[in-house]
């Protein structure tokens, strides 16, 4: 158990609509990090943020958007979803946020778009 | 363009031999690779990583060597158990910025046979 939350565990739903999706990080953590995994692909580098402010972005759709609350738990939103974005969605956390931290993923949200 | 690249998607060893997995990149500016173990249904666990001040770096049955030159970084096993079976991934990170991202590879499924 990696101390990294994520909910839900499944999720279906169709074209054209929108989900967020949740993290909480280990305790102690300060900086949440968003990733994608579709099928047979690698991880997707998509956000991260360290104690709420946006720290890096990678290729995230104009469609997704994510934030870091006070509270350190982060949402990432899917709108207008396409059968394209059905894939498994990894939150991470880390305790500084650098290049040299361990990420510590969460079990993974599985996104299906039918 | 993918700046991490696992060539071999899939490896299969006998329990007891040697499992080595291979990892290539393209940014010379990544100095801190790490390699990450993923059983099904879960996300991703840190495995072991090394500094580009390093050529190798180890932890118990595992070993990781970086040719900084020829821009690749190999994971060695030894010996390789059945509970080793999983995919693993390669990743990468430039410490010259202010964000942890890492590159992730495609990822390599090991199978160690019995």
């Known amino acids: 158990d990696s101390g990294v939350t994520q909910t839900p565990k499944h999720l279906i739903t169709a074209t054209g609509q929108r989900v967020t999706l949740r993290c909480s990080p280990r305790s102690g953590d300060l900086s949440v990090y968003w990733y994608q995994q579709s099928l047979d692909q690698g991880l997707q580098f998509l956000i991260q943020y360290y104690n709420g402010e946006e720290r890096a972005k990678g290729n995230i759709l104009e469609r997704f958007s994510a934030q870091q609350f006070p509270d350190l738990h982060s949402e990432l939103n899917l709108s207008s979803l396409e059968l394209g974005d059905s894939a498994l969605y990894f939150c991470?956390?880390?305790?500084?946020?650098?290049?040299?931290?361990?990420?510590?993923f969460g079990p993974g949200t599985r996104l299906t778009v039918l | 363009d993918q700046q991490v690249k696992q060539n071999s998607p899939s490896l299969s060893v006998q329990e007891g031999r040697i499992s080595i997995l291979n990892c290539d990149y393209t940014?010379?500016?990544?100095?801190?690779f790490l390699w990450y173990k993923k059983y099904p249904a879960e996300g991703p666990t840190f495995l072991i990583s090394i500094s580009s001040i390093k050529d190798k770096n180890e932890d118990g049955r595992f070993t990781v060597f970086l040719n900084k030159s020829a821009k690749h970084l190999s994971l060695h096993i030894v010996p390789s158990q059945p509970g080793d079976s999983a995919v693993y991934f390669c990743?990468?990170?430039?410490?010259?910025?202010?964000?942890?991202?890492?590159?992730f590879g495609d990822g390599t499924t090991l199978t160690v046979k019995p």
């Open positions: 991470a956390s880390s305790l500084r946020g650098e290049a040299r931290d361990t990420q510590y």
């Open positions: 990743a990468a990170s430039a410490r010259d910025t202010n964000a942890g991202k890492s590159t």
């Open positions: 940014n010379s500016m990544f100095d801190y």
